[in-house]
């Protein structure tokens, strides 16, 4: 969750960044 704020940024890009977290 280090680019939390970043991928918030994103949305859509928020599930897949999240998945590499």
Do not use: P
Request: hydrophobic fraction near 30%; include cysteine.
């Amino acid at each position: 969750m280090s680019g939390y704020g970043i991928l918030r940024s994103n949305g859509a890009s928020h599930l897949t960044t999240s998945m590499s977290c």
